[in-house]
């Protein structure tokens, strides 16, 4: 199976229903009043932390996810239906952040969690909506809000207790297997493991942990070199860091630099990381040469003020009493992991101050940018005089004519607001 991590993609919610403009007309009421019922809501855009989703591989295919728009307002003051939302299914540890800006918009760590990443649009006011003491007969409607639309960067962190680092062909694949029912792949070369690997290590009834088998980390990958950062977005959850070095030194490394050299990346890529509790495990200690690196590897522990292992995965030797030292810390590491991020209130909330600004593009024209009028003319249906006169009103309320004056605007110049263009008079 491919393991992907990181995937973009683009959603969509839909957009409300439009307003209906229209007249009761029943026998015996000859001059029935407004009866224009709104639009429905567009579907919103969700994610779902499914159990049968491990990968972000469904997203390397299918990059595009749209909403149902709203249904219609119609006569008889008729409400439209309101869309359903498009669920997108992700798998637990995913991490959504917006492609454009880099912000977190939610975390979604437990299993059935949900996330709205696009919010539909409000469904459009009909003419009933709009009758007053001044205005018995309104015509006027309102199209639907549009529904927001975003990119998305999904990032799949593993959400392990335990995560092995260490330079590749240390044994780190070895180790897990011996201790889990995870088979990964094992050879003498480096990077073997080209994927993360997750073991299930029970410790009796009803007790057991999960360890990660990460893809092997070498020198710069702070900066990205080899596996980089592939490898360390995995480690960020874990509570507890097993630092695997080769005793025996048989690629001819020295595992005390080793050990030092990995620290340092990890640091580089986050000092919270870094200052995650480690426990040092020599392995292949059934090899002759190993003895010679053991006393210096023990002096390394004692100097560093961690929990010092020698094993040999390949021979099982010393796996119980590692396994248990683990199962005992992580009790006593309990909950203490790090704050999730809000993953209930996504979006900011809306501030009451809107500012209108100005700008100029290339061609000399004005773009005016404020979300409310944004909004109002994408909902307003400029062929009746009625939306036409209540635009013009709401543009005298937000004293845009003075506004453009003082940015030097002169006789027929073009204004963008939205995706709408006017033709400025003075």
């Known amino acids: 199976m491919q393991f992907i991590d990181r ?19 029943e026998k015996f009421v000859p001059k029935g009043g407004p009866d224009g019922g709104d639009g429905g809501k567009g579907g919103d855009v969700v994610l779902e932390v499914d159990a049968n989703v491990n990968t972000l591989l469904n997203f390397r295919f299918n990059r595009k996810y749209t909403a149902d728009n709203g249904g219609s307002g119609d006569v008889k003051k008729q409400f439209g239906r309101g869309a359903e939302d498009c669920v997108i299914k992700v798998p637990q540890g995913t991490l959504v952040r917006d492609a454009a800006t880099g912000e977190i918009l939610a975390d979604l760590t437990e299993l059935g969690q949900r996330a709205i990443v696009a919010r539909g649009g409000r469904g459009g006011r009909g003419n009933a909506k709009f009758k007053s003491s001044s205005r018995r007969a309104p015509t006027f409607a309102e199209f639907g809000e549009p529904g927001e639309s975003r990119e998305l960067l999904l990032e799949l962190k593993l959400l392990a ?6 330079y590749p062909s240390v044994g780190k ?19 073997t493991t080209l994927v993360p690997v997750l073991g299930v290590i029970s410790l009796g009834y ?14 710069g990958a ?4 080899g596996l980089g950062h592939d490898f360390l977005r995995h480690i960020e959850r874990t509570k507890l860091i097993l630092h695997m070095v080769d005793a025996a030194a048989v690629d001819g490394r020295n595992p005390v630099d080793d050990f030092t050299k990995i620290n340092v990346e990890l640091k580089r890529y986050s000092e919270k990381l870094a200052a995650r509790e480690q426990i040092l495990v020599a392995n292949k200690i059934d090899l002759p040469q190993a003895k010679e690196n053991l006393p210096a590897l023990e002096r390394l522990a004692e100097r560093e003020g961690i929990k010092f292992f020698a094993i040999s995965a390949a021979a099982h030797e010393n796996l119980d009493a590692l396994i248990n030292f683990v199962g005992s810390k ?6 203490e992991t790090e704050p999730a991020v809000d993953t209930v209130k996504i979006f900011d ?40 006169r209540r635009f013009q009103f709401i543009w005298r309320m937000k004293n845009l004519d003075a506004l453009l004056k003082a940015r030097g605007i002169t006789e027929g110049t073009t204004v963008h607001i939205g995706g709408l263009e006017f033709e400025w008079h003075a």
């Open 7 to 25: 995937s973009t993609i683009s959603v969509r919610a839909g957009d409300g229903g439009n307003g209906k403009s229209s007249f009761r007309r």
């Open 161 to 166: 207790d335990v995560g092995l680092v260490g």
């Open 173 to 191: 694949s070895s180790l897990i297997a011996a201790v889990s029912s995870a088979r990964p792949e094992i050879a003498d070369y480096h990077f």
């Open 206 to 219: 009803e007790k057991s942990f999960v360890m990660a088998d990460i893809p092997g980390l070498i020198e």
């Open 222 to 225: 702070a900066d990205g070199v």
């Open 330 to 335: 992580l009790d006593e590491l309990g909950k």
């Open 349 to 388: 909330v809306e501030k009451d101050d809107d500012p209108v600004i100005i700008e100029r593009n290339d061609a000399a024209e004005f773009i005016v940018r404020n979300k409310n009028l944004e909004k109002i003319v994408a909902m307003t249906n400029f062929d009746d005089d009625e939306g036409l």
